[in-house]
């Protein structure tokens, strides 16, 4: 399945439109609509337990992107996220340095979509979307998860 374009919703928008469908197949169609690279991370890094967060459960002290400043469009921020998971090139990272960046990144964006990266991050997108699942999230992408 070809990766579209990033639309002009954010992340927090699309989970929350496809969470709102009732059918299994309607929350699949909305997650195909909205295909993206940003947000195959998102519910990989959620779902997939072979990826391992290299940070503190919960929320992090952060200051939250004014709503006058512009928010970095999350795909854009996501680019750290490689930082922040257990591999043998982030082995040596001190906990301090991994905890910045995370923070920094979401500074950057806008809070809806901070909240989404800090759940993704504690693998509780359910929290927020209890309707977006592992079966949804198979049937949507199913390559996407080993």
């Given at each position: 399945?070809?990766?579209?374009?990033?639309?002009?919703?954010?992340?927090?928008?699309?989970?929350?439109?496809?969470?709102?469908?009732?059918?299994?197949?309607?929350?699949?169609?909305?997650?195909?609509?909205?295909?993206?690279?940003?947000?195959?991370?998102?519910?990989?890094?959620?779902?997939?337990?072979?990826?391992?967060?290299?940070?503190?459960?919960?929320?992090?002290?952060?200051?939250?992107?004014?709503?006058e400043s512009?928010?970095?469009?999350?795909?854009?921020?996501?680019?750290?996220?490689?930082?922040?998971?257990?591999?043998?090139?982030?082995?040596?990272?001190?906990?301090?340095?991994?905890?910045?960046?995370?923070?920094?990144?979401?500074?950057?964006?806008?809070?809806?979509?901070?909240?989404?990266?800090?759940?993704?991050?504690?693998k509780k997108?359910?929290?927020?979307?209890?309707?977006?699942?592992?079966?949804?999230?198979?049937?949507?992408f199913p390559?996407?998860?080993?």
């Amino acid at each position: 399945m070809a990766v579209n374009h990033v639309s002009g919703k954010t992340m927090y928008e699309i989970l929350k439109e496809a969470n709102s469908k009732r059918a299994i197949a309607e929350r699949v169609k909305i997650l195909h609509v909205h295909n993206s690279l940003v947000l195959r991370d998102i519910l990989k890094g959620n779902f997939d337990e072979t990826i391992v967060w290299m940070l503190p459960e919960g929320t992090p002290p952060f200051i939250e992107c004014p709503p006058e400043s512009k928010a970095s469009p999350v795909g854009k921020a996501a680019r750290v996220l490689k930082y922040l998971i257990r591999n043998r090139a982030n082995a040596k990272m001190h906990e301090a340095k991994r905890e910045r960046i995370f923070i920094q990144m979401l500074e950057a964006i806008d809070p809806m979509e901070a909240k989404v990266m800090i759940a993704m991050k504690d693998k509780k997108l359910e929290d927020i979307f209890p309707h977006i699942n592992l079966k949804v999230v198979k049937e949507a992408f199913p390559d996407l998860i080993t």
